[in-house]
């Protein structure tokens, strides 16, 4: 089944988000079906902070590591595409399709001194123009939309995510990822609002994976948090072993 299929299935395909070899590695095992970059957990664990402060090359290095460890799907977190020129972007694009990625997620806000939303009909604009671009250069790739209005706690965020949505279908693209939207009526609302996949991201109050399968959500990520629940580990166990003075925290 290729990866857009995936996304047409009645249970949801439910994403693991991984940041090295090493877990790319453990979501194969454990039978996954596809994996997904977390560019977060990626830029914390080369030192940056999120928002495009390391380069796309250091990205395309992780990313062919990646790919070298694992025979699934890897669809890859291009934040805002490290650029803010459409034919730019698609070459980043194409860069990571021509190595194996076979999907993309890209995203409607951009970070300079704190993360705001890019103006929606700009940024459809700019997707219709990536879009063209890699149907141009015979790019199949499955692009996936987040847009963030729920993520910055926008003050009408339901009603922008839908206006956002309607814009951005215009561009041809394939899925709309909305993270951190968790009420069952919102989540309903935007699914019965759009034809394209909906995905959603881990949060504490995100409601189980049957009840979003019962709201016809297709597509569910884990965003950087199991990096995160995995450095805490790291440093607890750290912290035992300094408390003990001895390694018996380990076994």
């Known amino acids: 089944m290729n990866f857009k299929n995936l996304h047409q299935q009645n249970t949801p395909l439910v994403i ?4 090295d070899a090493v877990s790319a590695k453990s979501a194969e095992k454990l039978n996954f079906n596809a994996i997904g970059t977390s560019s977060a957990a990626i830029a914390t664990m080369l030192g940056y902070e999120d928002g495009e402060q390391m380069s796309f090359a250091e990205l395309v290095y992780i990313v062919e590591r990646i790919l070298a460890s694992t025979s699934l799907p890897l669809t890859v977190d291009i934040e805002a595409g490290f650029s803010r020129k459409p034919a730019e972007i698609a070459t980043h694009i194409k860069t990571l399709a021509d190595l194996g990625v076979v999907g993309i997620n890209i995203e409607d806000s951009i970070v300079s ?16 123009e990536i879009k063209q671009q890699l149907v141009e250069n015979e790019v199949n790739i499955f692009i996936n939309v987040r847009t963030d209005p729920f993520l910055l706690g926008h003050a009408n965020a339901l ?17 709309i990822f909305v993270p951190c939207i968790t009420n069952e ?19 504490p ?7 979003l399968e019962k709201l016809n959500v297709k ?20 912290s035992a072993i300094v408390e003990s003075q001895s390694f018996n925290p380990v076994f």
């Open 205 to 211: 109050d995100l409601p189980d994976f049957n009840t």
């Open 159 to 175: 009603a922008e995510t839908k206006e956002r949505i309607k814009l951005y279908e215009s561009a041809d693209i394939d899925g």
């Open 113 to 128: 001194n704190e993360r705001v939303l890019h103006n929606a009909t700009d940024f459809a604009k700019d997707l219709a």
């Open 16 to 19: 693991c988000n991984v940041w």
């Open 219 to 238: 597509r569910i990520s884990m965003g950087n948090f199991i990096f995160d629940n995995l450095s805490g580990s790291f440093e607890n166990t750290l």
């Open 185 to 203: 009526s919102d989540i309903l609302n935007v699914v019965n609002h759009t034809k394209l996949p909906v995905n959603v991201m881990c949060m």
